[in-house]
């Protein structure tokens, strides 16, 4: 345990090395992330008057960003599958980065809610023993237990498959084996959960819909790889990481039988809305066209259905969808598209019309943004210090004795 303890530290400390663009990137995202602190202190000691929501909506920027991410760690289960399952070699040699992505939503998501929460500390309210989570009974409960439990397995494989490498032997699958196997329904249950957080309000119309569940799951699986194809590029570039492009080219393809499915149902319930009538389509009726002289999403609705549309098609046909060009032209679509539709045009539809029939078109204020800047910045400096570790092991440069047998 000592020699374990000594080699991780040793390890630790590749996260201080690097040349000038890596200091002057950390130096990048500390000045966001201060930022970000600065503006949430300000929050905090003057309460959520500092943000745009109110009570007629009362979910914002935070809530969005939260939803998105969540879908981006659980696209870490198109990696698994085809990994650890099919033994697919390309991929097999990547899982890890998606992985350690996965890590890095989560603790996002986390940040999300709690910057969410008007006084933080009474997060403890939900803790088990020391609260009352009311367990099973309450979704945010559930909510609370898969995150957590996907936080943790996700960050057990990963770092089992470093020390592993960092001692120069093979992971046993008869170890993380039957952690591979609950990553994956645990996956499927991050995000189906939150979208039952949204089902079970019965108050609220615009979310009742009993396909809003696989529709997360196939926003995420578009979303996810695709902030990970740019990724993997930027890594392959910028380190000693091989990676082949069938890898990247079978995930392009994976995600545009994804965005598919996505599409498809999103037209589905469009259709069921518009075309039944009735007060209950107020709310996509305010997303779409505007509702009495309302238009504040309709712009960013239809830009997002313009980018996943056209995204689609450049993964459609391999011609394109193998040309890194217009792949990382796809990616980029699909990111903006997705993260409009299942961030603004998810949560704030939901609120509109309210409880008496007025219209309250929020827009987040400049705190908000930077405080979500500040998240994003946190998110982007744990990857890359959770990439610093692991490449040098990944790659082989650093290398432990050990008296295993």
């Known amino acids: 345990m000592g020699s374990l303890v000594r080699n991780f530290f040793i390890a630790l400390r590749q996260i201080f090395i690097g040349g000038r663009s890596y200091y002057l990137w950390i130096a990048f995202l500390s000045l966001f992330i201060l930022l970000g602190f600065s503006a949430y202190i300000d929050q905090l000691n003057r309460g959520l008057i500092t943000t745009a929501m109110r009570d007629q909506v009362s979910w914002g920027l935070y809530i969005s960003n939260f939803t998105f991410l969540v879908g981006v760690a659980a696209a870490a289960v198109l990696l698994v599958v085809p990994a650890y399952l099919y033994n697919f070699k390309p991929i097999k040699e990547i899982v890890l980065f998606?992985?350690?992505?996965?890590?890095?939503?989560?603790?996002?998501?986390?940040?999300?809610?709690?910057?969410?929460?008007?006084?933080?500390?009474r997060v403890w309210h939900i803790l088990p023993f020391i609260g009352a989570m009311h367990f099973p009974a309450?979704?945010?409960?559930?909510?609370?237990?898969?995150?957590?439990?996907?936080?943790?397995?996700n960050g057990i494989i990963a770092f089992y498959v470093l020390y592993r490498l960092s001692i120069g032997k093979e992971y046993s699958m008869s170890v993380i084996g039957p952690l591979i196997l609950l990553s994956i329904p645990w996956a499927v249950s991050i995000h189906t959960v939150t979208a039952f957080l949204y089902n079970g309000l019965s108050s609220?119309?615009?979310?009742n819909a009993s396909i809003l569940a696989p529709r997360f799951l196939a926003s995420a699986f578009?979303?996810?790889?695709?902030?990970?194809?740019?990724?993997?590029?930027?890594?392959?570039?910028?380190?000693?990481v091989e990676i082949d492009n069938k890898a990247i080219f079978k995930i392009a393809e994976l995600i545009a039988y994804a965005m598919a499915i996505n599409l498809f149902l999103l037209g589905s319930e469009a259709f069921k809305e518009f075309y039944s009538g009735g007060i209950d389509s107020y709310s996509i009726q305010y997303l779409y066209f505007g509702l009495h002289g309302k238009t504040g999403l309709v712009p960013w609705m239809?830009?997002?259905?313009?980018?996943?549309?056209?995204?689609?098609?450049?993964?459609l046909f391999p011609k394109t969808r193998e040309n890194f060009t217009t792949l990382n032209i796809g990616c980029v679509l699909i990111i903006m598209g997705v993260y409009i539709e299942k961030g603004m045009g998810l949560i704030v539809p939901g609120f509109i019309p309210d409880a008496l029939g007025e219209i309250y078109e929020y827009s987040p204020t400049t705190a908000e943004i930077i405080v979500t800047m500040g998240?994003?910045?946190?998110?982007?400096?744990?990857y890359t210090l959770l990439l610093k570790f692991a490449?040098?092991?990944?790659?082989?440069?650093?290398?432990?004795?050990?008296?295993?047998r």
């Open 138 to 153: 309450s979704l945010l409960a559930w909510d609370v237990v898969v995150l957590n439990g996907y936080l943790a397995i």
């Open 391 to 404: 490449v040098p092991i990944y790659t082989g440069k650093l290398r432990f004795e050990t008296k295993e």
């Open 222 to 240: 578009c979303s996810g790889p695709a902030i990970m194809l740019i990724l993997f590029q930027i890594i392959r570039n910028r380190s000693e």
């Open 302 to 315: 239809w830009a997002a259905s313009l980018f996943n549309i056209t995204a689609f098609f450049l993964f």
């Open 204 to 207: 609220r119309p615009f979310w």
């Open 98 to 121: 998606g992985e350690l992505l996965a890590v890095t939503a989560i603790t996002m998501c986390i940040l999300f809610i709690l910057v969410d929460m008007g006084q933080p500390l």
């Open 375 to 382: 998240i994003w910045a946190i998110g982007a400096l744990i």
